[in-house]
């Protein structure tokens, strides 16, 4: 009997931990998006900038320059909805879609017909993937009508290919443009990268500084490193994580012990971040 417990307990916990949202219109979050196409290239940012209510309606305000859009959440179903007009709220996003599930998105056609047109896009590719702020849930959606028009929706994020973080209305052919979100933060702490490299104006990746003493005598050195990465501590050093720039997990291994030499010659060059007991520091493998 006690086994069975033991067995529904865990199964219990495991099934709400994969069921666990992770909203995407939070206080402070700031989106980079890059652009290239027809009409030139370039960058531009995106925020949410606190909440306004509209007939009873709370909603998130989101700002481009001196534009500003509506969207609202719901946690419980988790979708995301923009408030186009007075008599027109879009659905945008619906994270509780699984492998093979359609949806409808309104999208408009700013190229040939001006005009709003319902597309059906259906889910081909569901995943959890690493990033820098979690696992989260990551989807590619394809239109029923025209396979090439694809969504990449991650959760907390948003769609990664895009005119823009959250909306999607762009059916133009490829050589209207080509948009991507390519980071996100919140705070001033950096909680998504595309790319190695690429950083938020104004950030620090993760919040972590490049240092190398951290909690109760812990130190990392050297950094940069190239085939030996030395971990000390006052206690024991316990549970060590390296993931690299996009949350990917690259290594990882629990030490019962005050020091610890991590083999790190196969990584490729570049930053990456050590997680010792929950805290987290930047060094740079050459």
Same mark, same amino acid.
Not at 10 to 39: C, M
Not at 48 to 57: E, K
Not at 68 to 75: A, F, H, P, Q, S
């Given at each position: 009997?006690?086994?069975?417990?033991?067995?529904?307990?865990?199964?219990?916990?495991?099934?709400? /931990?994969?069921? !666990?949202?992770?909203? $995407?219109?939070?206080?402070? @979050?700031?989106? &980079?998006?890059?652009?290239?196409?027809?009409?030139?290239?370039?960058?531009? /940012?995106?925020? !949410?900038?606190?909440? $306004?209510?509209?007939?009873? @309606?709370?909603? &998130?305000?989101?700002?481009?320059?001196?534009?500003?859009?509506?969207?609202?959440?719901?946690?419980?179903?988790?979708?995301?909805?923009i408030r186009r007009t007075a008599a027109q709220t879009d659905l945008l996003y619906d994270y509780s879609l699984n492998l093979n599930d359609s949806i409808a998105i309104n999208l408009f056609d700013p190229i040939i017909s001006m005009t709003w047109h319902l597309q059906e896009f259906k889910v081909d590719s569901v995943s959890q993937t690493p990033i820098l702020s979690g696992t989260r849930k990551f989807m590619r959606l394809h239109a029923t009508q025209s396979p090439s028009n694809v969504l990449y929706w991650l959760e907390s994020v948003g769609n990664l290919y895009v005119l823009g973080p959250l909306d999607y209305v762009n059916t133009c052919p490829v050589d209207c443009g080509y948009d991507s979100l390519v980071c996100q933060q919140q705070n001033g702490i950096q909680t998504f990268q595309l790319s190695p490299g690429i950083a938020c104006p104004g950030t620090v990746t993760t919040g972590i500084a490049d240092i190398t003493h951290g909690y109760a005598g812990l130190s990392i050195y050297p950094n940069p490193a190239h085939d030996v990465l030395h971990i000390t501590s006052y206690h024991d050093i316990g549970d060590i994580m390296i993931s690299d720039m996009i949350g990917r997990i690259v290594l990882s291994g629990t030490y019962h012990d005050t020091q610890a030499e991590l083999d790190i010659h196969q990584l490729p060059m570049g930053m990456y971040i050590a997680r010792v007991n929950g805290t987290s520091y930047r060094f740079t493998k050459e």
């Open positions: 009997m006690k086994t069975k417990l033991l067995l529904l307990f865990i199964t219990i916990s495991v099934a709400a /931990t994969a069921q !666990t949202y992770h909203p $995407t219109l939070r206080d402070s @979050v700031e989106w &980079k998006i890059n652009y290239t196409g027809a009409f030139g290239a370039g960058s531009f /940012t995106v925020h !949410t900038a606190g909440d $306004t209510v509209v007939s009873g @309606v709370t909603y &998130k305000k989101v700002k481009e320059s001196s534009h500003t859009t509506l969207y609202r959440e719901d946690t419980i179903g988790r979708k995301i909805y």
